[in-house]
């Protein structure tokens, strides 16, 4: 099946720093990647949408300078968290939809996510 | 927007059955989601429907009504690993929006 990693899967980090997530498709294209974020006994909240080759969406309120998101290849999409504070720290997870299929909606599939601590 | 509401917390006895009920507000719809998250983990697929009625697969059934803006996951012959959030979604243009999830825990 299609398979998402993330790396790394955990990071704890000082304040003010940069922090960079990856997320790979190993097995499949993918057009668009979805960033999430998940505070504590909270659901997932859409960040942005990334789409190869252009530049990501982000949703409302989700700063796009201080949540860099880069998606330079078909298997690949990167966020980083610029100057990082405390109240960034969460669960990052990223899923990718493949291309085609006779159900596309069904294609996306979820990384296994990236615990950010900013101290 | 989307609005999705689920309780927040259900137990129930190992061999029980339990359902999680969702409801959603929402300015469009492609579909609605059941996902499995374990505490610190990524959510697993459990089921997809767009149309109404029933689907079954396994010890699990989701069940959907368009008109009423309302789902239900239906678990059966619950295990202990049955333990962990249950996540409704709803995707339009293929973005999902979560609810905020039910956490159920599966007691001896």
Redo the contacts between chains.
């Keep these: 099946g299609a398979v998402v990693s993330q790396h790394p899967s955990r990071v704890i980090c000082k304040s003010g720093t940069s922090v960079k997530i990856e997320c790979r498709s190993l097995d499949f294209q993918a057009t668009t990647m979805f960033w999430y974020r998940q505070f504590p006994k909270q659901s997932l909240m859409l960040m942005a949408t990334s789409n190869e080759g252009s530049k990501a969406t982000y949703e409302q309120g989700v700063e796009k300078d201080k949540f860099l998101i880069n998606h330079a290849s078909l298997t690949l999409s990167t966020l980083t968290v610029t100057s990082a504070h405390p109240e960034d720290s969460s669960f990052y997870i990223c899923s990718a939809r493949a291309e085609g299929g006779l159900a596309p909606v069904l294609e996306q599939f979820f990384g296994p996510g990236t615990r950010l601590t900013v101290l | 927007g989307q609005n999705i509401d689920q309780p927040t917390e259900m137990t129930a006895t190992e061999g029980a059955i339990v359902q999680i009920n969702c409801t959603y507000q929402t300015s469009g719809f492609?579909?609605l989601f059941w996902y499995q998250q374990h505490a610190?983990?990524?959510?697993?697929?459990l089921s997809?429907n767009?149309l109404d009625g029933l689907e079954e697969k396994g010890r699990f059934s989701s069940f959907l009504s368009r008109s009423k803006g309302y789902s239900y996951l239906l678990l059966k012959e619950l295990q202990m690993k049955d333990s962990a959030s249950y996540?409704c979604a709803v995707?339009r243009d293929?973005?999902?929006?979560?609810?905020?999830?039910t956490t159920v825990t599966v007691r001896a």
């Excluded at chain 2, 610190?40 to 697929?45: C, D, I, R, V, Y």
């Excluded at chain 2, 293929?94 to 999830?101: D, H, R």
């Design positions: 492609n579909g610190g983990e990524a959510p697993t697929f997809y767009v996540l995707i293929y973005k999902l929006s979560f609810g905020a999830g």
